[in-house]
């Protein structure tokens, strides 16, 4: 649909939380994280007190039995060449220059904002589902039955609430696709539903089911850019991973006393993965996939032992109450989630997890190199000497941006040797430093006298495989208790640090701020330049030489959303009153022309979330269309662009979240006219063109 209708009324009036969310998200999503107060109270300044080619990060060679080419989404495939340039300069970042000027080639009728209970995508373009929760995931599972749902069902059905995704192709026609299922929603998957205290039990382990990520194999419907779930015969791959799979710890902090409890006294073992936000692939063909929000689903954080308090605090956990208002009571089927009887449960979840989707009886693995808090993705890429490196956000407010790098280099081609440096080598924590005198910051999103939002960056280092380069602190530490290292450091605090994706095309890495409703005129800073931040900003990273394992970068910013003719907001330089509204962007990905493909999560102007493209290029560079929208109440996430640029997907997270919503007043009835589905979409071209041109 072309022109979408007016706004419409809605049934049911939300009040909305911070932000654009409804208060239902804010409660399922992140347990109500924005009424406590935030967890990072360091006094932190917040500001400056002070290839090898580069194979993209989800583009490579799969080595080993399959063959099968791996190329994820928004790559555009095989890497391009990372171009060599010299030493970072500011103004080059900031003024749009870097890289060569090119067409970006996006001509699309931008989609206009709307409130309608419908996917709506640019005119001359068609979508479908691909696969909705509840669907049979493997071969044995039955057919989704909204009123009649058990935990074993769920167990082999498509999870809830549909996050990162991504593709590794088996042929020109088909495909895995691995979908990550962050939370669930209780209010909207049970009739009746009040709260995990008097929720029936079954409906508890259904809830447990419904976590973790899905394998699912698609293929090509004919020649157009239609994809669809496989749904007969053998479907080798297909998996579920829920939050009673078994994964193993490992790397530095794995075996240690801080990942130990009663019923693993070898601190390596650990039972699912929680709240899986985004994530990235791997060069040999792995999924990484972050825990994001873990510290809601705990009890009992008043009963641990007093020294432990304040790690649970700075992370956000409350250890004044014994249960948190909006628990899912997992307590109640498994004891471990109650911190009083098992306090150390809780440092077994906030890690990257590695996946491998080619093999469905593999033991998925938690990465403790890499640190744990709010993961929100891990994207990875190459050193120019071929270590390899990864890019992490820590989604809270005031939290930090991180990268790893690993001590050894990637060998194309030798998968076990690959799989070992996700388990050693160094990570740091960003720290932003301005270029403008700081009196000319002055929150409202107005540029400094230099014209930009720009300056340099060093990236500290925190722990080196077992040495800790953080005072008072060993390596277990920093690796478990990581905010709490980076505090010490002097990291810079960022608004809401989530999708942290490296141009295929260019090099460039771009860092998504989602918004920060609590950032200050006291603390506003240059990379955080706006009181308030309602609607969010992106961040453009150029790493010395264009090496991503160097230490020292230069920075600026190419997009501060919200309403075009709200004056503090800059789209690039780029005229205005030509751009399309924007506000929290979330996930980001990029074509193989090298523009940014943009999925927002909170829209606080009014609107529902779309998908967004903005040329990083050329004349074109900051000219933000809106592709699509989703369905009333939801998010969009894990955008993701086909190796023949010929279809975009996207995660329709949570549709009719809305508050007050239950499935007899439901706010959505996508995509089936009853209840709401979070469902992977796909879009494509009519006549089959490349997605946006
Ligand atoms: Fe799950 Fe940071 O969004
Ligand atoms: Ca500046
Ligand atoms: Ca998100």
Redesign the pocket.
Known sequence: MANPSPRRVLPLLDAPHKGGRSAMTCRF??GNACDHGVPNTTDNEYFGDLAAAAVSRRGALRAGALGALVVTAGAAGMAAAVPAAAEPDASAAASGKHGKPGKGGLAFTPVAPNTQDALVVADGYESSVVVRWGDPVTEDAPAFDFDNQTAEAQARQFGYNC?YVTFFPLGPNRGLLWVNH?YTNEALMFRGYTDGGAAPVEQIKIALAAHGGSVVEIRKNGSSGRWELVTKGRRRYNRRITAQTRFTISGPAAGGDLLKTAADPSGRTVYGML?N??GGTTPWGTVLTCE??WNQYFVGANGVPEEQKPYLTRYGLSTTSAIPSGSRRFDRVEERFDLAKHPHEVNRFGWVVEIDPFDPTSTPVKRTALGRF?H?AATTTLAKDGRLVVYM?D?GRFEYLYKFVSTKRYIHGFDRHNRSLLDEGTLYVAKFTGDSPAAEIDGSGKLPSDGAFDGSGTWIPLVTGSKSHVPGMTAEEVLVHTRLAADKVGATKMD?P?DVERSPVTGAVYVVL?NNSNRAAANVDEANPRIGNKHGHIIEIVEAGDDAGRTTFAWSIPLVCGDPKDPGTYFAGFDKTQVSPISCP??ITFDAEGNLWIST?GNALAANDGLFAMPLRGSDRGHVRQFLTVPFGAET?GPLISPDQRSVFVAVQHPGEINGATPDNPSSRWPDGTQPRPSVVVSWHKQGKKIGS
Request: charged share 50%.
């Open positions: 999503r992140c996050d962050e709240n936000c985004s994001e929000n709010a929100e956000g989604d809401r989530e989602t979330d996930n999560d996430c």
